[in-house]
């Protein structure tokens, strides 16, 4: 999710992502570009995070409706740096492509840069605005349509967590579009260095199991569910691990 982005190694991973959704496998490439093995930075030794309870749905509602920007960094291991920007922005509500459900959208980001060079990717969550419950998400002419969802609860203490949301990964946004794959993603409320960090794991899935991969989001919560400036990412894939943070 080498040393820039050679257009020949992008193309040659491109020819091996069928079947994973446009906007991870745009990840993959760009980062694969960049990476071929994980090298983060990291925090020392720090107390446990002090606050014995989170309130992690108000913090998944100010992610998606409110929004933010998280710059992380990380090193390769041939030492060249790079950042990855994740960010989330809310959207005006509009029909979801596959059912045409009338769902509120929020607008997810990632952008790389690495070598004077950059490249992002993005795609659109489409959730209900009364229990956050994910109606699909679009990126790039792909769509994910949920199967289950389950709220995150109210309040919840640090090593919590649990399935949110199923999908059908599709080849295309109509309601004739073939399934080429699935995601599920869980959330976890982890302490990092003394820094609570509210989790999207996600795992995806596709017909040829080499091409499956998993993705962590991690955001910086207060007691309230209030979103903080730290945050951590990790990607993995075709046997590549790439992970970033910014403290």
């Not at 995070?49 to 291991?77: C, E, F, I, K």
């Not at 997810?108 to 009364?130: K, N, P």
Request: charged share 10%; net charge negative.
């Amino acid at each position: 999710m080498k040393t820039c982005f050679p257009s020949t190694d992008i193309a040659l991973l491109s020819g091996a992502r069928v079947h994973l959704k446009p906007r991870r496998a745009g990840l993959l490439a760009t980062a694969a570009a960049l990476l071929l093995a994980a090298c983060g930075g990291g925090g020392g030794d720090a107390p446990p995070a002090a606050a014995t309870a989170y309130a992690v749905n108000a913090a998944q509602r100010h992610l998606l409706a409110d929004g933010g920007a998280w710059t992380m960094s990380g090193t390769a291991p041939n030492g060249v740096a790079f950042t990855i920007t994740m960010g989330f922005a809310p959207a005006a509500a509009g029909p979801f492509p596959v059912n045409g459900v009338t769902a509120t959208r929020s607008l997810e980001t990632f952008t790389i840069q690495a070598a004077g060079q950059s490249d992002s990717v993005a795609q659109t969550i489409y959730f209900d605005a009364a229990n956050l419950a994910f109606v699909g998400a679009e990126s790039g002419g792909a769509c994910t349509v949920a199967t289950t969802n389950a709220a995150l609860p109210a309040s919840a203490a640090v090593g919590a967590g649990g399935t949110f949301f199923n999908g059908a990964d599709l080849d295309g946004c109509m309601g004739s579009s073939a399934v080429v794959g699935s995601t599920a993603m869980a959330w976890s409320l982890e302490d990092d260095t003394g820094v609570a960090l509210l989790c999207w794991n996600s795992s995806f899935k596709s017909p040829t199991p080499a091409l499956d991969s998993s993705q962590s989001n991690c955001v910086e919560i207060a007691a309230d569910g209030t979103l903080g400036t730290k945050a951590r990412f990790a990607l993995s894939a075709l046997g590549v691990t790439i992970t970033a943070r910014n403290f």
